[in-house]
């Protein structure tokens, strides 16, 4: 693997850089033990992402998104990053891991090692004790701070916002195409649709009809990657109707894209799992990392005055330079870093 090297960190470094390990277990990729383990894992890598292809679905999951994100982010500081590296894992019980992905990932991680949860599902928050009392698990991420501070209770201070890098070189300054429509209508609503349908979407869109403004849509999960970023490319700003996020990837990508964003948020939590964890204190977001770079939050029942200041204000917003200075792969990749370092406790 290497000449290896102390740092004074309690890394381990290659001839990379500081090597990270982490394990990954979801749809799209299976953490298994051994070389046999190992080609499986790969061979159903491969053969989802042709099936997926063919039929122009979204190639990955959320959670499998976030993860390239972070690997991504620590390659971009400079990290020697291993995934499902069990042989090195075993090799240094005493060093840190990263696990991340969906629950199925606790089934599959027998390691001693000290180890970070995230980006990934351990549980709703009444279940995380299984990951919270495990001593070996030193911190659990969730994607922002409102969620954090709904798993805190029963979590305690192991609970750490990190957000996935933002591949600010792989997506184009988007802004100065040639447009076709005035808004792209993201549609996220994940929840009672039979009622926020009619009154969120439909008056939005009614709204922009009156206005004479013009829309094109596209549905979450009943997309192609490709038919999102050719709406970017054809509309002025994005329409982001979603219940709330814990960081809305891509969301981000149209910021990165520097396309404005003008985004529903009615601060508070909607989905039926997890409403009852609603309090007075909660600051629940649709778009947990924005500012006034980015565009305009706005209440249904503001809808139509916040959209008119937000056409009049549009050549104002700069959303790129809000990615580039807060999300970019390497202050991901360096927050990251610095969490991980401080469970090494690696005499390796």
């Known amino acids: 693997m290497g000449s290896l090297l102390h740092s004074q960190e309690g890394l381990i470094h290659t001839d990379k850089g500081p090597l990270v390990l982490l394990f990954f277990d979801g749809f799209d990729l299976k953490a298994r033990d051994g070389a046999l383990g190992k080609v499986k894992s790969q061979l159903h890598h491969q053969l989802r992402n042709h099936k997926r292809a063919l039929y122009k679905q979204q190639p990955f999951t959320g959670f499998y998104t976030a993860f390239l994100g972070l690997v991504k982010s620590l390659e971009a500081i400079g990290c020697d990053v291993r995934v499902n590296d069990f042989k090195t894992a075993k090799l240094y019980p005493d060093y840190p891991i990263g696990v991340a992905g969906y629950p199925s990932v606790l089934d599959h991680i027998f390691l001693p090692n000290p180890k970070i949860f ?39 201070d192991k609970m750490v916002p990190w957000f996935a890098g933002i591949d600010c070189d792989g997506l184009q300054d988007l802004s100065q195409e040639q447009k076709q429509y005035d808004f792209l209508i993201y549609d996220k609503i994940r929840w009672h649709r039979e009622e926020q349908v009619p009154a969120v979407l439909n008056r939005i869109k009614q709204h922009l009809r009156a206005r004479g403004l013009t829309y094109t849509e596209v549905r979450y999960g009943q997309h192609h990657i490709s038919e999102f970023i050719d709406g970017l490319k054809k509309s002025k700003s994005m329409l982001f109707v979603c219940e709330h996020e814990t960081q809305g990837l891509a969301c981000q990508e149209a910021l990165a894209s520097n396309i404005p964003v003008l985004t529903w948020e009615e601060e508070r939590i909607i989905d039926p799992e997890l409403e009852h964890y609603n309090a007075p204190n909660l600051n629940v977001s649709s778009v947990p990392y924005f500012d006034q770079r980015c565009g305009m939050k706005f209440k249904i029942e503001h809808f139509e005055y916040t959209c008119d200041a937000f056409v009049e204000q549009h050549e104002q917003f700069k959303p790129r330079q809000f990615v580039l200075d807060t999300l970019a792969l390497d202050i991901a990749g360096r927050n990251y870093l610095h969490e991980y370092q401080s469970i090494s406790h690696s005499e390796c």
């Open 118 to 156: 995230g980006p990934g599902d351990f549980g709703l928050p009444d279940d995380s004790q299984r990951v919270a009392n495990d001593d070996s698990y030193k911190k659990l991420i969730q994607p922002c701070e409102w969620f954090t501070q709904v798993y805190k209770p029963y979590c305690g």
